[in-house]
């Protein structure tokens, strides 16, 4: 079973930067994609971003297109979301997830392991 553990989160100014990490203690032979998903109070859960493990291709949300990157570090077992010119309308809780199905986009019922996650709060 993969274990995932988020950290990084924080407060930042509107147009600030933060770095998320997301640890797997093990990856399973099945884990295909990663990806970045938040959850704002009152609001739906919303895929941020995924990555396919063995090619590096990436999707993104409109949403954070051009400001975030999501990267992913084999040798460290270790998953990335860099954001930039961040904004209020960003602040949320950040979760990680793997998903052993192939095909996966940014649809969370895809992803069968997820985090515990780390808090983002931007102010403006």
């Known amino acids: 079973q993969v274990q995932l553990v988020e950290s990084g989160g924080g407060s930042v100014q509107a147009g600030g930067s933060l770095r998320l990490s997301c640890t797997a203690s093990?990856?399973?032979?099945?884990?295909?994609?990663m990806g970045w998903f938040r959850q704002a109070p009152g609001k739906e859960r919303e895929g941020v971003a995924r990555i396919r493990l063995t090619t590096g291709s990436t999707q993104y949300a409109d949403s954070v297109k051009g400001r975030f990157t999501i990267s992913l570090d084999n040798a460290k077992s270790t998953l990335y979301l860099e954001m930039s010119s961040l904004k209020p309308e960003d602040t949320a809780m950040y979760y990680c997830?793997?998903?052993?199905?192939?095909?996966?986009?940014?649809?969370?019922?895809?992803?069968?392991?997820w985090g515990q996650g780390t808090q983002v709060t931007v102010s403006s």
């Open positions: 093990r990856y399973t032979y099945s884990t295909i994609y």
């Open positions: 997830a793997a998903s052993p199905l192939l095909g996966t986009s940014l649809e969370g019922s895809r992803y069968h392991y």
